[in-house]
């Protein structure tokens, strides 16, 4: 089998192996680390969460480069709307279709059979392939267990980027506003406090607040995603509880206590104007097990980050990508990944690289140009090469 053969079947079965939060990644973990084993990784390890890591020994054993994509998907929603069976990877034209094929399983299979290409013809440092579990539910928080393992000097997140080099991302909040009222019998309200009036306000008020914008990330974005009341159905009960999440896009050097303090400042300018009104704001937590059992309890909130066209990591990231043939083009993620962990947290010099356009992701027939696959094997692989340098 050839490389180009090898890369579409691992894909296809990434693909057939369904990894939705509702069964977990294991199928599709497990798939991924019987190909990194035939193919003569090193220290080929599921840890405790489930992430998978592999790597190929560097010639002089100082550092390492981490290369990661997520395992997870989006479920598919209505699978009738899709033109073929979302978890068989359908070729028609140029084009591959499946669920997660783009987002991201077409780019683990490149990045699997890339650094494979150094086993022969090691750098200077370990290449670590991390296969990271649960960054639909919470990102960054998985794979910060598996740089706690290795330490990397640089990071290459997978995320389609249109082939293009990107080095910049909007952070994600998840917002909970919430109101408390008293109850009572619908039919003499003027005995309850109702929770679900103010909070229309407040949605109002919170919806026109302000955003900062970033030259090149765009604006922030405060935008209400649900209101939840209690009790539901509420049979002739004035609610006493009702909360809205919002969602909140950061730009770089926001932090969770900046988003926590301009909805807070609304909130008390109401409760000043109406102080009967008992209202807070927090960051959501997410509460879930992974595949493996792991309990995770982690805080919803993914910083920004950037890096500098000059930083050493942009420039070297250009020159892999004009070795690998590739245009050198600079862009960001308008999405949320896991280097909100690597570069928002923890300031490891971060890119992101990966075949397919961001706009496949969590979509009915989601699909990835086949030519992007092939051309990611060779972009990773030197990618891998010239951040090893650093």
Known sequence: MSEHEGVVELTRRLVAARSDATVGEQQAVEVARAAMV???????????????TGSMPGSAGTG??????????VGVGDASAWASDPYVMEQRGTRLYGRGVSDMKG????????????KDDPVACDVVVSVSVAEELVEGYALGHVLDRFAPKAVVIGESTSMALARAQRGRAEVLVETFGVPAHSSTPQLGRNAIKPMVTLVNLLSNLPMPADELLGPAILEVTDIISHPYPALSVIPEHCMATFDRRMLVEETEED????????????VWDDPSLDARASIAVDRFNTYTGFQVEAPNCAPAWRMTDDAPIVQAGIEALTHAGLLPILSHYSFCTNGSESAGRRGIPTIGFGPGDEAEAHRIDESLEVSHLFAAVTGYEMLARELARL
């Open 259 to 270: 988003v926590l303090a301009e909805v807070q400042a609304i909130l008390d300018a109401y």
């Open 64 to 73: 390492c480069v981490v290369l990661d994509g997520h395992a997870d998907t």
């Open 107 to 118: 780019s683990i299979a490149a990045m699997i059979f890339g650094v494979a290409r150094l």
């Open 38 to 52: 035939e193919l003569g990784y090193q220290g080929v390890k599921i840890d405790a969460l489930g992430n998978l």
